[in-house]
């Protein structure tokens, strides 16, 4: 088993989702995940957020387009409900958002900050997007 550490800062199409189908099938498989979400991905995962995620190229406006490819959403909540991966939002984002744990979606784990994260990913694999 594999240690999966995944820092999402993009608020784009093409790299959340992307992290989303590496975390998914890295859980999937068994491998222990954690994603550490911070800057311009947190919004993604507040309550009642409907704006989709900018793209940045050609295949993102594709995507979504296209009928059967899951959002990041959907493949990170089933990273979180069939492999036990850990979604966890930035605490010091929480505050300049002013935000708290009750006003994200189910799937979102308690706040943790950089330093912890770091902390509990040594001797992980590390992927940043």
């Known amino acids: 088993m594999s240690k999966i550490n995944i820092i999402c800062v993009t608020g784009t199409r093409e790299k959340l989702q992307m992290a989303a189908m590496i975390a998914s099938v890295a ?4 491998d222990e995940v954690s994603i ?4 311009n991905a947190i919004p ?3 309550k009642g957020h409907t704006e989709d995620a900018p793209v940045e190229g050609e295949l993102g406006a594709l995507m979504a387009k296209e009928k059967g490819v899951p959002s990041f959403k959907v493949l990170f909540q089933q990273a979180v409900e069939l492999g036990d991966a850990k979604l966890l939002p930035c ?12 006003d994200f979606d189910a799937e979102i784990g308690p706040a943790t900050g950089l330093t ?3 902390s509990d990913a040594e001797g992980g694999q590390m992927l940043t997007f």
């Open 27 to 30: 859980a999937a498989t068994g």
């Open 44 to 46: 993604y995962f507040v």
């Open 116 to 118: 912890r994260f770091l």
């Open 91 to 102: 605490s010091m984002a929480m505050d300049i958002m002013k935000v708290t744990h009750d």
């Open 36 to 39: 550490f979400l911070s800057m």
